[in-house]
């Protein structure tokens, strides 16, 4: 069983809906980390959260510690929004700890 | 800022070679951390450089190793190269010191071993 698990692994919604992608995560953390990466490989942080919830445009991230479960909510999906969403996890905050991954969510967004 | 950038892009292999990878770090990063992902699977972890010393390592055989220079630039090297070793191969980088500091990822270089 891997340590970060994402679900589901392909999600396609036609444009305007509310998504939502899921990570559960079986080992001990100090911070989680959501990404997203586009077609050709270039990955871009979105958030990195300890605790609670934070926001960003459409894009909104929360975090249950206790339940060791994470979810990433895009509200208003747009086709630009198509890519595959990242879950990775890290063992402190500080820049320099390793980051593991979760498999990714396909995400594609029909207009 | 340039962000983190990686060369070359593309590269083609046989079996048995060796290929370097080249890194650069974002302005004001000191430490480099190394990423395999094989295609339709996350990242996995090769291994991490600050003051030009291998600090930590995943689960990758000695054929992978590294450098890092004192303008902290890295190199990523892998000899004996096996077909298993086509992936994408990405770059990050991060201040050790920052709490909060997220990684910043280069484009990546794609290797393909035929």
């Known amino acids: 069983k891997n340590e970060v698990e994402q679900s589901p692994q392909n999600l396609t919604a036609q444009e305007g809906e509310f998504i939502t992608i899921n990570c559960s995560y079986s080992?001990?953390?100090?911070?989680l980390h959501w990404l997203q990466q586009h077609p050709g490989g270039g990955i871009v942080s979105l958030f990195m959260l300890s605790s609670g919830k934070k926001k960003h445009g459409r894009l909104i991230a929360t975090i249950n510690i206790q339940e060791k479960h994470s979810s990433l909510h895009i509200t208003a999906s747009h086709p630009r929004d198509s890519a595959v969403y990242i879950c990775a996890v890290s063992g402190s905050n500080f820049g320099n700890e390793k980051l593991t991954f979760g498999t990714g969510t396909r995400l594609t967004i029909i207009p | 800022d340039a962000g983190v950038t990686q060369s070359p892009t593309h590269l083609i292999k046989t079996r048995g070679q060796q290929v370097t990878l080249r890194c650069s770090p974002k302005?004001?990063?000191?430490?480099v951390s190394w990423y395999q992902q094989a295609l339709g699977q996350g990242p996995q972890f090769i291994f991490q450089?600050?003051?030009?010393?291998?600090?930590q390592r995943g689960n990758f055989p000695d054929r992978f190793s590294g450098h890092q220079f004192p303008n902290y630039s890295s190199e990523l090297n892998v000899n004996a190269l096996l077909l298993g070793d086509s992936a994408l191969y990405l770059c990050?980088?991060?201040?050790?010191?920052?709490?909060?500091?997220?990684?910043?990822f280069g484009p990546g270089t794609r290797l393909t071993v035929l």
């Open positions: 990050a980088s991060s201040s050790r010191w920052i709490a909060g500091n997220t990684q910043y």
């Open positions: 302005s004001g990063h000191d430490t």
């Open positions: 450089y600050y003051e030009e010393e291998e600090r």
């Open positions: 080992v001990g953390i100090s911070a």
